[in-house]
Antibody, heavy 119, light 107 residues
């Protein structure tokens, strides 16, 4: 069974940093693209970033470029999101999800971790 | 960037109704479209992939159609457990974009 478990969320002041983690199990992590998606309170879903299997390709939504960095450690079956220069508008539940071919794209999601940016 | 325009944004329907939700892409995306269901406080769940393929375990009353720029999610006979918010997602090109969502409420 595919499992994705996020951690690392919490309360952070504007301008601060936070690192989210996503522990994967139940599938061969190193063979899948992975993604982060977020959802602000009461709002819709927003794609944040994708990373290729070996970490060589990364894509970001414009609003986080230069502030967020997606990375992975295939030896640890883990995905990360380093978030710097956080703003109030980054407040959201952050989900990791499996990407890959059209057949598995976003088929499995973690339970999410809440990031609150506030003074 | 490809914009995904989802309509309606909200609707009221009764159990047994046929429900249709539409997503229009601002440019062609072939069949790189998925549909998700999200209930309050829950994780999004994929219903349809590649525009028209039913996710394993999803009831057959859900169906998807379309290609190019216009896509439809249909619930043939709405059930009580189907009251939720539905989103489309295009993954043809970056940045990936979701539709704004359709909240299906009880009439």
């Amino acid at each position: 069974e595919v499992q994705l478990v996020e951690s690392g969320g919490g309360l952070v002041q504007p301008g601060g940093s936070l690192r989210l983690s996503c522990a994967a199990s139940g599938f061969t992590f190193s063979t899948y693209w992975m993604t982060w998606v977020r959802q602000a309170p009461g709002k819709g879903l927003e794609w944040v970033a994708n990373i290729k299997q070996d970490g060589s390709d990364k894509y970001y939504v414009d609003s986080v470029k230069g502030r967020f960095t997606i990375s992975r450690d295939n030896a640890k079956n883990s995905l990360y999101l380093q978030m710097n220069s956080l703003r109030a508008e980054d407040t959201a539940v952050y989900y990791c999800a499996r990407a890959g071919s059209i057949f598995v794209f976003f088929d499995s999601w973690g339970q999410g971790t809440l990031v609150t940016v506030s003074s | 960037d490809i914009q995904m325009t989802q309509s309606p944004s909200a609707m009221s329907a009764s159990v047994g109704d046929r429900v249709t939700i539409t997503c229009r892409a601002s440019q062609g995306i072939s069949n790189y479209l998925a549909w998700f269901q999200q209930k309050p406080g829950k994780v999004p769940k994929r219903l349809i992939y590649a525009a028209s393929n039913l996710q394993s375990g999803v009831p057959s009353r859900f169906s998807g159609s379309g290609s190019g720029t216009e896509f439809t999610l249909t619930i043939s006979s709405l059930q009580p457990e189907d009251f939720a918010t539905y989103y489309c997602l295009q993954h043809s090109s970056y940045p990936l974009t979701f539709g704004g969502g359709t909240k299906v409420e009880i009439k």
